[in-house]
């Protein structure tokens, strides 16, 4: 069993940045996508970015490219989000998730079967 654990959300000021961390373990996530996503209030579950099993990408979601930038630390088991210039409308909760469903688009939910709890960031402008 794989077990994710975000960490590093917090409230900051619009313009801020904020970095998130996912440690992983149970296994090796070496042949996993590992994606981030978010949720605010009222709204389904989003892709925000990944980075394949094979070291491909990172990819983004169009809102956050050029601020959000994911890094991966294989011997870590570890993926991160740095979040630059963050705007209030990136208000959410968190999530980080792993999955080797490569069918899948790599931006769909429905590829990671393994999904941290979350951690929220608030940005109050």
């Known amino acids: 069993q794989v077990h994710l654990v975000e960490s590093g959300g917090g409230l900051v000021q619009a313009g801020g940045s904020l970095r998130l961390s996912c440690a992983a373990s149970?296994?090796?996530?070496?042949?996993?996508?590992m994606g981030w996503f978010r949720q605010a209030p009222g709204k389904d579950r989003e892709f925000v970015g990944c980075?394949?099993?094979?070291?491909?990408?990172?990819y983004y979601t169009d809102s956050v490219k050029g601020r959000f930038t994911i890094s991966r630390e294989y011997a870590k088991n570890s993926v991160y989000l740095q979040m630059n210039s963050l705007k209030p409308e990136d208000t959410a909760v968190y999530y980080c998730?792993?999955?080797?469903?490569?069918?899948?688009?790599?931006?769909?939910?429905?590829?990671?079967?393994?999904w941290g709890q979350g951690t929220q960031v608030t940005v109050s402008s």
């Open positions: 980075i394949t099993w094979s070291g491909d990408g990172p």
């Open positions: 149970g296994r090796s996530l070496g042949s996993h996508n």
């Open positions: 998730a792993a999955g080797d469903r490569l069918y899948y688009h790599y931006s769909n939910r429905d590829g990671y079967e393994y």
